[in-house]
C-alpha cells in the first residue's frame, strides 16, 4: 500500500511539474484584453508562440484611430525556469528586461527582477473575463503600484 501511494504522489508531482513547464500553464492568459480611458483605449494581445513561449504586445489607440505599440512581451521557459520578458519602447534602451516567474498557480503568477530600476514585481491574475495586471516597486525611493484592469475583448 505505501509503495502505491509513494508512486501516486510521485505521479502528481511529476505531472505538476512537466505541466508547468509547458505554455498551457499560461493558455488562461491568451486573447486580447482591452481598457478603456475615455477616449483612448489600452490594448493587450496574448498567443501562445509554442510549448515554451507565448508573446504579447501592448499598444494605446488614440482617439480610435492611431495606434502606438508600447511594448512587446515574451513569456518564455527557459533553462528550468519561466520569465516575463517586456520590452518596453523608450525604456531601457530599447532592450529586454527579464523578471523571473517566482509564483505560479492557476490563473495567476508574479514575476520579479529586483535590481530592476521600476518596477521590481509584475503579477497577473485572471478572474472570468477580467484580467488584473500591476507593476510595483520602488521608484525613486518610494513604494508605487499601478494597477491595470482588463475586460477580455
Do not use: C
Not at 505505501?2 to 509547458?22: A, P
Not at 507565448?54 to 508600447?70: C, E, F, H, M, V
Not at 530592476?116 to 478572474?127: E, G, M
Amino acid at each position: 500500500m505505501k509503495r502505491t501511494v509513494y508512486f501516486t504522489t510521485l505521479l502528481l508531482f511529476s505531472g505538476f511539474t512537466v505541466r508547468s513547464q509547458h505554455s498551457e500553464a499560461f493558455k488562461w492568459l491568451t486573447g486580447t484584453w482591452k481598457i478603456s480611458t475615455g477616449n483612448n483605449l489600452i490594448i493587450e494581445q496574448w498567443k501562445v508562440t509554442n510549448d515554451s513561449t507565448l508573446t504579447g504586445n501592448a499598444s494605446l489607440i488614440k482617439n480610435g484611430r492611431d495606434t502606438i505599440p508600447q511594448e512587446t512581451i515574451e513569456l518564455a521557459y527557459r533553462n528550468g525556469d519561466w520569465y516575463y520578458i517586456p520590452t518596453v519602447s523608450d525604456q531601457n534602451n530599447n532592450k529586454p528586461v527579464k523578471f523571473k516567474i517566482v509564483f505560479l498557480k492557476a490563473a495567476e503568477f508574479i514575476g520579479e527582477n529586483p535590481v530592476h530600476d521600476f518596477p521590481q514585481r509584475i503579477a497577473y491574475r485572471r478572474v472570468k473575463q477580467q484580467l488584473f495586471a500591476s507593476i510595483e516597486g520602488k521608484k525613486n525611493g518610494l513604494y508605487n503600484k499601478q494597477n491595470f484592469d482588463f475586460s477580455l475583448e
